[in-house]
């Protein structure tokens, strides 16, 4: 029983130590809490002055927060976002200008090779040149400033000059066809060469061409009025409402006249002297010698004892005549043909000089047309068409140049 009593007693004080250790804990938390209540009583319960003091610091903190933000918005705004819009500006417009240059080469080269396209490559050498001067051009206004025309031009005309002189060595009828339009001989043919671009002469072809001889009776206003001569080119038209061409730069290989112009009547002049007096001449006498009266002294002019008689010959050559002789050989052959050998243009010469002219002439004229052109001239230039008298002849070019022929004069 006592160990039970000791054990109790224990027992007892332990729970005795244990409610004083609570009760030294629970001073503690109250004093806790007396100095919150105390530290809130005193805040609030601060001085007026302490809390505007207070309040002045938060107002002046947010201000200056406020003038910073605004400092930097406006120098972002300002200063950095233009600085950067324009760094992208630059950037893309430099993307655009490069982007436009490659483009503007690419489109430069590819006109370089359409223009020379189909030459031999021993006319390329203005194309190498070009090539070489784009690929120097770093700048839109380099490339652009590139002509290419102008050396395509020289390298086309020089190609199409040397085919011409190759195919003149086997003939020299040769031809090329431009649209609706045909030139025909080295002259023609060399002269539109040199006239066309590359880019028509591209197109070119010179071949050799066949010609038939056609003959047209024409009245002398369709003839050109007479002046059409052997060796000339000339165009034949077909007149009208709507006018077409029939035959272009066709050769006059002959021309006769009708026999109603077989005369040709001339005028020679001939100064005589013959002896005797008179008022005319020049000098002096000492006097004057008077039927009837006697001689009266005195210087006076009188004649030197001739005068002088002129007298007009008008003769008329009828060209047959002339070529009679020449027939029976009473003519030299050369002679003839120097008086003869041009006879309508030079009749027309003497016509023009003289004022006098025979309208009504008829000229026989022979051409050469190309076989191409033969069928048009039969359906619209033979004797029994209809509209042979529609037919009309230009000269497009005169077979000379010389002293004696008034066209190139």
Known sequence: MPEDNSAAEKGTEDIVQRLEALRKKAPEANNVGEKEKKKDTESVEAPPADRRQKMARIVGVVVILLLVVVVFFGAYKVVYEPIMKKKVDEKRINQEQEQALINAREEKFNEINNAFAGLPSDYTGQKSALLEELNMADTLSKVSAIQVADRADLAWREYKTDQLDEKLKVTDKLKIVIGNDTYRGYGEIEQKIEQFPYSTLKGITIIEYSSEYFPIRLTREQAAGGWAEVGSLVNLWIGGETP??????????????????????????????????????????????????????????????????????TFSVDISQIQRAAAASKLEEGYIEGVLGNYGLKLNKIEADTGLADFSAEYLILFEVGEEEVADLVLKASPNSADKANVLVTIARPADCSEESILCS
């Open 244 to 313: 077409a061409i029939l035959a272009r730069n066709a050769r006059v290989i002959a021309v006769l006249r009708g026999s109603s112009s077989g005369v040709i009547s001339l005028t020679e002049s001939e100064s005589k002297t013959a002896s005797g007096g008179g008022s005319e001449g020049k000098g002096t006498v000492s006097s004057v010698t008077t039927g009837g009266v006697g001689s009266i002294p005195g210087s006076f002019p009188a004649s030197a004892g001739y005068k002088t008689a002129q007298s007009a010959t």
